[in-house]
């Protein structure tokens, strides 16, 4: 290589023209320059000539030096070209490793993508399973808590016969207010309703516990699998990622997400409690239900048989009497009358101030558009001012009906209370002819207590006849 590259090198000079004899000079510088008649003789003619420096001949560079110059820059070259060689060849080499073992990182993370998603799905599984049942479980407290209540609800029909049969007795008069057995039987069932409504209260508040640990449970249930379904719905979009994906972007500094991540002891942990918490709270809402039933029933047979031997004493004491209570009836018929009269006044004035509300908004709804107006067109004219009037106008009549309305509901709340007077009146009368058959009797009727029917109990009446 080096033998081509001198041969290039002296190929490149053949086509100059040598100084083989002495220059001839010509007349322009034969008066300057002496003759020689050698060719460094010309040279250093020529270079004095031209004010060359005395040791330009000295510097100038002989042949081996040109070409020990060209073989070391062939040799440099070449030993970077066997660099660049063992380069290229590590590159391709460490491009292929890489490569393999990108591929195989990223065949293992699909891998345990794969796992986790089974995992995942297997808890999830669970948790809709339990959270079904914690449902169903909510389901059914609710409806015992419903029929403990409907229970409780039901006794205040018998708790205000009763009392109201103790209190119409006490408006007998001369030798009939007597403390005989119908008032101690009275008495002991009053007290008995009391206690069953402290019992059904206790058993409801019980189950208002019982059901927010429930919908504590439910919605811890509820939390876990929202996020069970969207770790499942991420990793699941993670697996079907690949090279050629759409929407790929470099995350930097993924370690910033290791201080919010758990550990898979602590995942299972918390749906494994999240599990265990439910089932605890569901067999004690079992119980609750339980004890709600026997309660319900047990307070039914005692109210039962009270029910049974308060009438069997009331039978006992049954007087015939009569009532008078005609004025009372017609004083009550014409406050009903007005009660009506009073209830349609309402309705209109109601229905008033309703009609009041389109306009209002009209008003306020231009007022406030108005007041977006820019810079100086900001002005208190004649619409500004006219809109103050009308929602002014319309405020004062509102307010006129709101009192208007204000003094007939109080006008009919004083009905209702008169309608009241009267009744309880009506009912006075009628306990001083006849107190044990009008009042006691057809007050408190008959109850039959048939335990429970669709979720309450139920209480039949019946008028007892009076004998001929």
Not at 345 to 368: C, I, N, W, Y
């Amino acid at each position: 290589m080096e033998d081509s590259l001198s041969n290039m090198y002296r190929n490149s000079f053949n086509g100059l023209p040598t100084i083989r004899e002495p220059v001839q000079m010509t007349s322009a510088y034969s008066s300057v320059l002496p003759s020689y008649g050698s060719k460094r003789d010309v040279g250093k003619a020529l270079l004095q000539t031209l004010g060359a420096p005395s040791n330009a001949v000295r510097d100038r560079k002989a042949p081996d030096q040109w070409n020990a110059a060209l073989n070391m820059h062939v040799r440099l070259s070449d030993k970077d070209k066997n660099k660049a060689e063992t380069q290229r060849d590590a590159s391709n080499r460490l491009i292929k490793e890489l490569d393999q073992k990108t591929k195989s990182k990223q065949a293992e993370v699909n891998r345990r993508l794969q796992d986790r998603i089974t995992t995942v799905a297997y808890w999830k599984q669970r948790l809709n399973t339990e959270h079904a049942a914690i449902c169903q479980e909510i389901t059914n407290l609710s409806m015992s808590k419903k029929k403990t209540q409907q229970a409780l609800a039901s006794t205040e029909l018998p708790t205000e016969v009763s009392q109201n049969c103790l209190k119409n007795r006490e408006n007998r008069e001369a030798i009939d207010l007597v403390q005989d057995l119908v008032d101690d039987e009275l008495i002991n069932e009053l007290n008995m309703l009391s206690e069953v409504q402290k019992l059904l209260a206790t058993r409801i508040g019980d189950s208002d516990q019982r059901l927010k640990n429930l919908n504590d449970c439910k919605a811890n249930l509820e939390y876990d699998i929202r996020d069970k379904e969207e770790c499942l719905r991420l990793d699941e979009h993670c697996y079907k990622l690949n090279n050629g994906s759409a929407g790929l972007q470099q995350v930097a500094q993924p370690s910033l997400y290791d201080g919010h991540t758990t550990t898979v002891d602590k995942h299972e942990s918390f749906s494994q409690d999240n599990l265990e918490k439910s089932e605890v709270a569901r067999v004690m809402s079992c119980l609750q239900r339980e004890l709600n039933d026997f309660s319900i029933n047990k307070s039914n047979d005692e109210l039962q048989k009270q029910s049974e031997l308060v009438g069997s004493m009331f039978r006992l004491r049954l007087k015939e009497l009569t009532a008078a209570k005609t004025n009372l009836d017609g004083q009550l018929e014409k406050t009903n009358q007005e009660i009506s009269s009073v209830e349609d006044s309402l309705h209109q004035l109601r229905e008033a101030l309703r009609s009041k509300d389109g306009p209002m908004k009209v008003a306020t709804t231009r007022f406030a558009v108005r007041s977006k107006r820019p810079n100086v067109e900001q002005t208190r004219d004649y619409v500004h001012g006219g809109l103050l009037s009308e929602i002014n106008d319309i405020s004062g009549s509102q307010e006129a009906l709101k009192q208007q309305i204000a003094s007939a509901e109080e006008t009919l709340h004083r009905l209702l209370k008169n309608k009241e007077r009267l009744q309880q009146d009506i009912e006075i009368k009628k306990k001083s002819i006849q107190i044990d058959e009008q009042q006691c009797l057809r007050l408190r009727k008959t109850l039959s207590w048939r335990g429970l029917t669709n979720g309450h109990w139920v209480v039949e009446h019946y008028h007892i006849r009076r004998k001929v």
